[in-house]
């Protein structure tokens, strides 16, 4: 057949298959059945296809109709104020990286102020709109930290939804027990029945919430099983354990400490070692101790270590993992597990009645300060002991940005978390007006939103001597970040002065000063919105 009497006759068939086996291929290297290549093929191959489409359609038989959804639950909340809807929808519609070049310039940033909004909101107790639920669970299926937050606030509507579009099957996931009712711990019968026959999700939905109200009955209902589990399901079942842990878990961990899991062993152990009267705190407090010691021969007191020089078998059943990471000695592998389990409450006995500030501040022979001082803060952010985090953190103004016992800054934010949220804003404000901001990004993270005061005025004097420093303000940028989701609204009224563009000294950067006003107007804009945004949700 040649090319012109086959463009003349009326398209080729062939099967789906092959049809889309051209197209992918494309028409230069395979062509439509009884077709040559040329010209024509793309054409051929669109016409075939149609050709084939009617087909298929028309071989489709009537199927009987599918029963139609059970009508959405009732959502018993109050509805949104209409302000606080329309906020709501404003919200939703924007997208990240809708703006234009990347640069935002004044205008907030409305995706990180949702998470704020969704938190106020479930504070007052308002539902969803219906008309708002498709948006708010894309929303939420693109971002996992607004999960938590946009499923309570959406209800039980949302779940309903999920059932029916398979985007949205996250909602199922991360709502206990896929959005069905739990029973409570009184519900006997109930509650065996799906401890025996829920599926895995469901079993630990059903534990956590019984661990929450009656600790000890969620400890027998795993014990129940406990055996007969696999062993991962049995490390996510002993993580629950971690809600309510109290001395009365203790023989259940320490029967959990032989088991056949080497996860299962390492997180039995963590957990009595949270527990400082356990049987296993006291064992390493032991070990520990007969490797630490204080040399009161020399001038100074002085901290001496002689590390363990093998893990025996009672270390390994303990916890202590055996083999180190590459290029950590094993010696000191082993001293900072035994450290980090030992009850921190042991050492002012064991070092002759000293404070924590007076053990810290102690000399530490052979090299061995840094390695002691990264256990002992390990220890104080596993037993949550603000006495030894203060310890370890050391004055705010000290010259060494990095403590007299942490490790890094990452280190220093553990510990701060262990402390109030006044004791913690306090002190990373006395940080910021000795180091400046450089290095106080880590720590403002764990700071108490809205910012206490005085942090919140630390933080805008040293954007304020940046400013005058004539840099540029991108450096800043996260803090700038944090400011705006951070800052207390109020502040926006002490921000005005700063919004203007400054006068530019000969050092400055050129351009540097309208950059900074574009980013202190851009921050004020975002606080007054937040007070908008409160104020629209109505009175706490």
């Known amino acids: ?80 104020p209409p302000a606080a809807a329309r906020r709501l929808a404003m919200l939703l519609a924007d997208r990240p990286g809708a703006g234009s070049g990347g640069r935002r310039g004044t205008a907030p940033d409305l995706m990180e102020l949702l998470p704020q909004w969704l938190t106020l909101a479930n504070a007052r107790g308002f539902a969803a709109p219906p008309e708002a639920l498709p948006a708010l669970l894309d929303a939420a299926r693109g971002r996992t930290d607004l999960r938590p937050a946009a499923l309570a606030f959406a209800g039980p509507r949302a779940l309903w939804l999920a059932r029916l579009n398979q985007e949205w099957r996250f909602a199922l996931r991360s709502s206990p027990g896929g959005g069905a009712a739990l029973p409570g711990p009184e519900e006997t019968e109930r509650v065996q029945q799906l401890w025996q026959e829920g599926l895995f999700a469901e079993r630990v939905a059903l534990l956590s919430a019984i661990r929450a109200k009656e600790p000890a009955t969620a400890r027998e209902l795993l014990a129940t099983t406990w055996a007969t589990e696999r062993a991962e399901d049995r490390l996510m079942f002993l993580d629950s354990l971690r809600s309510g842990l109290c001395a009365a878990d203790e023989p259940f961990l320490e029967r959990a400490l032989t088991d056949r899991s080497r996860n299962v062993r390492a997180t039995a152990a963590e957990l009595l070692s949270a527990l400082p009267g356990s049987a296993l705190a006291a064992r390493m407090a032991a070990r520990a101790g007969s490797y630490v010691s204080v040399d009161r021969t020399r001038g100074t007191p002085t901290i001496v270590v002689e590390a363990p020089h093998e893990c025996d078998a009672g270390m390994e059943r303990d916890g202590v993992v055996p083999k180190a990471p590459t290029g950590r000695g094993e010696r000191s592998w082993w001293l900072g597990q035994l450290v980090e389990a030992a009850p921190l409450g042991a050492w002012p006995e064991r070092f002759g009645g000293r404070t924590p500030e007076e053990i810290v501040a102690l000399p530490v022979a052979d090299d061995w300060q840094a390695e002691l001082h990264a256990a002992w803060c390990r220890a104080a952010v596993r037993q949550r002991d603000p006495g030894w985090s203060r310890a370890l953190l050391g004055s705010p103004s000290a010259p060494e940005a990095a403590g007299p016992g942490a490790v890094s800054l990452a280190e220093r934010s553990k510990l701060l978390a ?88 000969e050092n400055a950067a050129p351009g540097a000063g309208g950059y900074w006003a574009e980013a202190f107007q851009r921050l004020v804009t975002t606080l007054r919105l937040r007070a908008a945004m409160a104020s629209e949700l109505g009175a706490p």
Do not use: K
Not at 41 to 69: H, I, K, N, Q, S
């Open 1 to 80: 057949m040649n090319t012109t009497s086959a463009s003349a006759g009326a398209p080729a068939g062939g099967s789906w298959e092959e049809l889309v086996t051209v197209a992918l291929l494309g028409t230069e290297r395979r062509t439509p059945p009884g077709w040559a290549p040329g010209r024509e093929a793309p054409v051929a191959l669109l016409d075939a296809a149609a050709v084939e489409t009617l087909r298929r359609r028309a071989g489709v038989r009537p199927a009987r109709a599918a029963a139609r959804p059970e009508p959405a639950p009732r959502d018993p909340r109050p509805p949104l």
């Open 418 to 505: 262990t402390l109030g949220a006044g004791e913690r804003a306090e002190w990373v404000a006395g940080f910021i007006g000795t180091h400046g901001l450089s290095e106080a990004f880590q720590l403002l993270g764990v700071c108490a939103v809205p910012w206490a005061g005085p942090l919140g005025r630390a933080v805008v004097d040293a954007l304020n001597i940046a400013r005058d420093a004539g840099s540029y303000p991108w450096s800043f940028s996260g803090v700038m970040g944090l400011a705006e989701r951070c800052l207390d609204p109020a502040e926006a009224v002490r921000l005005d002065g700063l919004t203007s563009v400054p006068d530019e000294s």
